[in-house]
């Protein structure tokens, strides 16, 4: 089976049958906050509803963001030594693809999540689901022109707001990758920008 990890915006955690890309157990949060609190519960009860071992792990599938850097760092770090402690692969996938293949309606559509900082991460997406702009990072104002730069006709494509990456469809999705082929996403984390921290200057010098 599949382990799916995601704290690109909430928190989501999945184990998902690979044969059949459903999910076995899921836990999700909107939380934006607590990534760190909830990931080592989460994992610990999707293990236990779906009565798996770590030894039955095939895969630790990480959404790779876009995400601000204190919450998008704690799940890929999570997913990444789970594999690394099991030898298994580590499967990355960029998280708005979730959401994308989580809509019932086919698109176009444009997917958005908070970025903080008064932004938004966004990605287009054409009638197939298939993202064919972004990743980006826009303030909500500069949007359409962002958008418009991209990709012209997707400006005035409908917005699908998300506040939690379902980590099951990012199981489904690696599954149909592992399936056909298909590549996976960089591993390479999608921050679009600087963390929040800042290098301390040189010391001040002390006049007496």
Do not use: C, N
Request: aromatic share 6%; charged share 25%.
């Amino acid at each position: 089976m599949l382990l799916a990890i995601d704290t690109s915006a909430g928190t989501s955690v999945a184990l998902v049958d690979p044969a059949s890309g459903r999910a076995l157990a899921e836990r999700t949060t909107d939380d934006s906050r607590r990534h760190a609190e909830v990931i080592g519960p989460f994992l610990a009860e999707v293990l236990a509803e779906a009565g798996a071992t770590r030894a039955q792990v095939s895969g630790v599938v990480a959404g790779m963001g876009p995400g601000p850097f204190t919450g998008l760092r704690v799940g890929i770090a999570a997913a990444r030594t789970f594999a690394a402690a099991r030898g298994i692969p580590f499967l990355p996938l960029v998280s708005h693809d979730a959401v994308a293949a989580d809509q019932p309606q086919a698109g176009p559509f444009v997917v958005l999540t908070d970025a903080r900082r008064r932004e938004v991460y966004w990605s287009a997406y054409d009638a197939d689901r298939v993202r064919v702009a972004g990743p980006g990072l826009a303030k909500p104002a500069d949007l359409d022109e962002a958008i418009r730069a991209s990709r012209p006709e997707a400006a005035a494509w409908e917005r699908v707001t998300a506040v939690a990456i379902p980590a099951w469809r990012l199981g489904a999705l690696a599954a149909d990758r592992l399936a056909s082929g298909a590549p996976f996403a960089d591993d390479t984390p999608l921050y679009l920008r600087d963390p929040d921290v800042t290098m301390p200057g040189a010391p001040k010098r002390v006049v007496r």
